[in-house]
């Protein structure tokens, strides 16, 4: 059964989201070690949704009707919240951004960012319940360790991605016409998970 869980979680994973690019936008920006730090950021976050599911404070939170709404819009204000930022930086060398960029205030965005994805609450809400075994008792424990498993899975995911992204990030910053695109598509790829956020329809529950 763990195995199947692990391969719901890969595939939640490889889907296009927020915290892929979220990960990938700043591992190119900023190098690697800002894609780590997005990835430590998104492990945490796993890590309190894991909590708040275990003591169904989710459940608590998803029986209030405007939730959903209101974690998609809060999650689509600040996806564009992160595009103006990333579009007043234009100009600066990447280097200097680099440097002026703490990897702790990209860990800390990158933990909101999750807390406030709606596709991220919707694992823990209707994903990871269906792999507990009540004839095994002990849920909270059961949905602990499951939650566990799942932000261990994303963490080595999104390092690798981060990884990847800082190689690519290093290697086009080499090319100065890079760096008149970048902020542009970037903000076109945010934009248009932040309007795919906005239009998300609450799935319905059992």
């Not at 070690?33 to 894991?50: E, K, S, Y």
């Not at 440097?99 to 965005?109: A, G, I, K, Q, Y």
């Not at 009540?134 to 963490?155: F, K, S, T, Y």
Request: aromatic letters at 8%; proline letters at 5%.
């Amino acid at each position: 059964m763990l195995w199947l869980f692990s391969l719901a979680v890969l595939a939640l994973l490889l889907s296009p989201g927020p915290n892929m690019m979220f990960v990938l936008s700043h591992g190119v920006a900023h190098g690697s070690r800002a894609g780590v730090a997005a990835a430590l950021g998104m492990c945490a976050a796993d890590l309190v949704m894991t909590l708040l599911a275990a003591t169904g404070t989710t459940a608590i939170i998803t029986a209030w009707p405007p939730s959903f709404d209101v974690l998609r819009i809060v999650g689509a204000v600040y996806l564009l919240w992160i595009v103006v930022q990333k579009l007043c930086s234009v100009g600066k060398p990447a280097i200097e951004n680099c440097r002026s960029t703490s990897l702790l205030h990209v860990s800390r965005m990158a933990m909101l960012n999750s807390l406030f994805n709606p596709k991220a609450l919707l694992f823990f809400i209707l994903i990871l319940p269906q792999f507990v075994v009540p004839a095994q008792g002990n849920i909270p424990l059961q949905l602990i360790v499951l939650g566990c498993v799942a932000a261990v899975e994303a963490l080595a995911f999104h390092i690798v991605l981060g990884l990847f992204s800082g190689r690519i990030g290093a290697y086009l910053n080499q090319r100065p016409r890079f760096a008149i695109y970048q902020s542009r598509i970037f903000a076109a790829v945010l934009v248009t998970l932040a309007l795919r956020l906005l239009l998300l329809e609450r799935p319905a529950t059992r």
